[in-house]
């Protein structure tokens, strides 16, 4: 472990990668260097169905020749330094020219680092992860219903980025996570169904607890048995929490600064428009301490913040990087990602829909008649259109109660209603990159029978 949490080395290779490739002739360059490690144990009716450990270093060097670039990357932190430099500039001559591509603006680098507390270097042994993940299947086994388990896993890792450019940036971070994970299945034969629940944190102190895990996805389970189908027509739905965030999902792919310049989304149009609710908030935080997708600066370098995506119901901004910024005569957002092998691309951190004044309970009683969704099937969204249909399974609501299990049922609508039209509750949890609470949309189609 002592190797991985020093990142001394790969932030020299990187500079050497750097000062290469200006030496072959780049007029700018910037290396990025990834390290992880990561163990996993899988658990079913009690045996270890897979252990497994990875390790591995990678690192990728951009260089630019006027507005042309190119990018090259290699897993062998031992190679040839001057020789990869070369082929990458040789490969920048004969590139295309981009009038958009270059380094990002000095004055927008961060200049200091932020602790974000990311790291927690004390990760589980595997006996402890094999034993997580036995508690978790044998506490979904114990709830009554329950015929057989879909297994249990527990996982644990640590990655580390160093990126250094010929501008001047060098910055580096490291961060954990660790998991539990079961899911169950009831009923007999063609009856059964089955549920899961899983926790994952960057702290293990941050961890459901094992057991708390693979209740409830028993539970869950046992609930869904003997599922109806629905009439068909326009109802009231509410989305679980635990399905919520894809909501929000759609719009972090509809407001990508790269779709917005292919004028490939639905909302290509909308910036500055009001698309929510005056009550609505959604924000993006890539500072937020312990979060899942946190950073104290993007993959250009540039300086973290927190953004309102969403303010009074209102697009506020893109998602944009550096090429994509310029491309659309703006500033970037610092909301560029980063692998190896490719130049950045913009892309959301933590989202969150700020939660509602009324309780999920509250929000049911209110509904009278209507679909409450607790799981969502396939991905029949169009990003172009904004068309939204999907295959969902939960809970039908009459008089303001849940009454019997739905399955195999289709909801439908415009995502641009579907915003307009959302009304959050009040259970907002961290426990993702994108968070919602539970929220409401009405006049969603629901085709059952």
């Keep these: 472990m002592t190797s991985l949490l020093d990142q001394s080395a790969l932030t020299k290779l990187a ?33 270890i169905e897979e252990s497994e450990r990875s390790e591995g270093d990678d690192i990728g060097l951009r260089v630019f020749i006027g507005r042309k670039q190119a990018v090259v990357s290699t897993n062998d932190i031992k190679a040839d330094v001057n020789a990869l430099a070369e082929r990458a500039v040789a490969m920048a001559r004969v590139a295309p020219e981009d009038k958009y591509a270059g380094l990002a603006d000095v004055a927008l680098l961060a200049k200091n680092i932020p602790d974000l507390d990311l790291l927690d270097a004390d990760l589980p042994s595997t006996e402890t992860m094999e034993a997580r993940a036995r508690t978790a299947e044998q506490a979904g086994l114990a709830v009554k219903g329950v015929s057989k388990s879909g297994g249990a ?43 899961y629940d899983y926790s994952v944190a960057i702290h293990g102190a941050d961890l459901d607890p094992a057991e708390t895990v693979g209740r409830n996805a028993g539970e869950r389970a046992v609930a869904r048995v003997n599922p109806r189908k629905t009439d068909t027509g326009k109802f009231p739905v509410i989305f679980d929490k635990r399905v919520a965030g894809s909501l929000i999902g759609h719009l972090s792919g509809a407001i990508n600064g790269a779709s917005i310049a292919r004028k490939s989304s639905f909302l290509r149009d909308k910036l500055g428009q009001q698309i929510f609710g005056g009550n609505i908030r959604i924000i993006d935080d890539p500072l937020r301490p312990r979060g899942l997708r946190s950073r104290p600066f993007d993959g250009e370098g540039v300086a973290a913040k927190r953004l309102a995506i969403i303010d009074g119901g209102v697009l506020t901004t893109w998602f944009l990087d550096s090429a994509t910024a310029r491309e659309l005569d703006m500033q970037t957002t610092g909301h560029a990602s980063r692998g190896v092998s490719s130049a950045p691309s913009p892309g959301s951190t933590n989202m969150h829909l700020e939660a509602g004044p009324l309780s999920l309970e509250q929000m049911i009683a209110e509904m009278g008649t209507g679909f409450y969704i607790t799981d969502l099937i396939g991905s029949g969204v169009n990003g172009v259109t904004g068309d939204y249909s999907r295959g969902a399974s939960g809970y039908w609501i009459e008089k303001g109660e849940m009454s019997y299990p739905v399955s195999e049922v289709t909801i439908a609508g415009h995502l641009n209603d579907i915003f307009r039209s959302l009304t959050p509750a ?16 009405d006049g969603l189609t629901v085709a059952g029978r």
């Design 153 to 195: 896993s527990a996982s644990a890792g640590i990655g580390g980025m160093v990126l250094v450019t010929s501008h001047g940036f060098h910055g580096a971070y490291l961060s954990s996570s660790q998991s539990v994970s079961m899911t169950a299945i009831a009923g007999e034969g063609t009856g059964m169904e089955r549920d």
């Design 426 to 441: 009040n259970d907002l949890e961290f426990r993702h990159g994108t968070n919602s609470p539970s929220v409401r949309i």
């Design 15 to 47: 500079e050497r990668l750097v000062d290469a490739a200006r030496k072959a002739g780049a007029d700018s360059a910037d290396a990025v260097a990834v390290r992880g490690v990561s163990t996993g144990v899988e658990i079913r009716e009690g045996e």
